[in-house]
């Protein structure tokens, strides 16, 4: 099945936050903090083995936010100090914006009909603007982890991360398919 080129290019951010997501609304919901960290522990688990199983490759940042999520999960069963899961995203976020500094980390979110149209270069910049992006969300969640209660972290991370990520998202798909949009014309035009 083909998904659309949207879809396509969402997809894999979602599937990767969430057992985030989960962790958060069980926290919104009253489950507590230890509740919601082993579920979000064996959410993370379950996905590696899910793609394992599958056959689908796991990639690096998969393992690694997997191993984060069990050192700190484990840290906050064992101390009962929610501290420690706060501060994961830092670090999630911080690896993340790490790893986007690696040119052609988007490659793969691009739907084909796209990649025969897209710039090397453009890919680059808006990798780069992610890359700074998470940098940015890694030191704000870690402001806010030190400073506010775990409610207001909770509301924290279920708002600003997810709002900036999709807001980014947003702007660079629309930029991206107009000049792919372009680009397709111009090739029609020229064949014409």
Do not use: C
Request: charged share 10%; glycine share 6%.
């Amino acid at each position: 099945m083909t998904l659309p080129p949207l879809l396509h290019a969402a997809r894999p951010i979602l599937r990767d936050l969430f057992p985030t997501l989960l962790f958060i609304a069980i926290l919104k919901l009253g489950g507590g903090p230890l509740v919601a960290t082993a579920v979000a522990m064996a959410m993370g688990v379950g996905h590696i083995a899910w793609n394992l199983a599958r056959r689908v490759p796991v990639e690096a940042l998969q393992w690694l936010s997997v191993a984060l999520v069990l050192v700190f999960g484990g840290a906050t069963l064992m101390t009962h100090d929610p501290r420690f899961v706060m501060i994961k995203p830092t670090l999630v976020f911080a690896a993340v914006g790490a790893t986007m500094l690696k040119p052609g980390w988007q490659s793969p979110y691009v739907p084909p009909i796209a990649r025969p149209h897209l710039s090397e270069r453009a890919l680059r910049l808006w990798g780069y603007v992610w890359a700074a992006t998470m940098f940015g969300l890694a030191g704000a969640n870690a402001a806010v982890a030190a400073t506010a209660p775990v409610e207001v972290w909770a509301t924290f991370a279920a708002v600003a991360p997810m709002t900036t990520m999709v807001v980014l998202f947003a702007i660079q798909y629309l930029a991206l398919r107009i000049g792919v949009v372009r680009a397709i014309r111009k090739a029609r035009a020229a064949d014409a």
